[in-house]
């Protein structure tokens, strides 16, 4: 993998880490990194020994400051288009992984980097981390979900502000929002997001991947058809081999021995 972004194994057997690696420039995502965030999506995607991924950004000030604006100065509306639908394909993927993706933010989340970060499943952050879309400053609206997915997260009121005055929210205030799970200071950011994954390694990687899609998916319909559908997952769940293991864990006081089947 790329020097700008580095996919490693993290401590412990079935967690990955993928770092935004370009320090100098707040690892604004350029081109290459897309394409190389693409090939990593695909990679852990296809690897049924990862159980749980973390997203950081190197060097402390920034998670990820945002697409890289320096590729885009005069009119070059094909390169344009072709790089925010690119990215938008992208960060739908990663949401779609199947593997719970834990962020640990700290310094700026921005435009693109915010909107990783609302594609992965929790968020741990310090509390001066800055989040926003300030897509408005530069005359352009997000385009990797922003709009979308943090106006279901936040509710239109608040994305509304974040959006429309360029608001930066702390970390602090992504926590009070819901949107973070956790403040931490940034010397216990890593081990905060090793925590997470601890306890994402206890869960059964198949109830894992089923929950994620009904926490994704579900509030995109309506209640009764989304009520149903977590009822069928239950029931399949149920059938699976890791339903019948987690059960007689449980009653022979006994860890359970997940296979994901
Ligand atoms: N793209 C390219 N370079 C960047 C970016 C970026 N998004 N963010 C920071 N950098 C560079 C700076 O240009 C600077 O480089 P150099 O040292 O060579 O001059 C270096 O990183 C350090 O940045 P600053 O000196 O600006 O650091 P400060 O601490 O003074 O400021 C900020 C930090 C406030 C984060 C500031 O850098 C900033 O405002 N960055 C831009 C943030 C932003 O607008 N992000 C959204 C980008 S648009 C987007 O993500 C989606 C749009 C749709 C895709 C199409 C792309 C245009």
Redesign the pocket.
């Known amino acids: 993998m790329s020097e700008n972004l580095i996919l490693r194994e993290a401590p412990m057997p079935g967690v990955v880490s993928l770092t935004f690696n370009r320090p ?3 690892n ?2 350029s081109t290459p990194m897309v394409r190389q965030f693409e090939s990593a999506i695909d990679a852990i995607a296809a690897d049924a020994s990862v159980r749980a991924v973390i997203l950081q950004g190197a060097g402390g ?2 998670f990820v ?8 100065r005069g009119n070059r509306t094909a390169a ?1 288009n072709a ?2 639908f690119e ?1 938008r394909r992208v960060f739908d993927k990663l949401e779609a992984l199947p593997q719970p993706v834990i962020a640990a933010i700290a310094g ?1 989340a ?4 915010f ?1 990783i970060a609302l594609c992965c499943d929790i968020l741990i952050c310090t509390a001066s981390a ?1 989040l926003g879309l ?2 408005g ?2 005359g ?1 609206s ?3 979900g922003g709009t979308q997915r943090l106006t279901r997260a936040v509710g239109k009121y608040m994305a509304s502000d974040i959006m429309l005055a360029a608001r930066r929210i702390s970390g602090e205030r992504a926590f009070q929002l819901g949107l973070a799970a956790e403040v931490v200071a940034e010397e216990e950011l890593l081990e905060a997001a090793l925590t997470r994954a601890r306890g994402v390694l206890k869960v059964s990687p198949l109830a894992a991947r089923e929950m994620k899609r009904l926490i994704r998916q579900g509030p995109d319909a309506a209640l009764p058809t989304a009520l149903a559908f977590e009822q069928e997952v239950l029931a399949r769940l149920y059938g699976t081999q890791d339903g019948q293991e987690g059960i007689a864990a449980f009653l022979d006081k006994r860890k359970p021995e997940f296979k994901g089947e």
């Open positions: 100098d420039k707040l604004a995502l000030k920034a400051a945002g697409a890289d604006i320096a590729e885009y344009f790089y925010q990215s700026y921005l435009g693109g980097g909107e800055q300030p897509e400053l530069l352009l997000p385009g990797g």
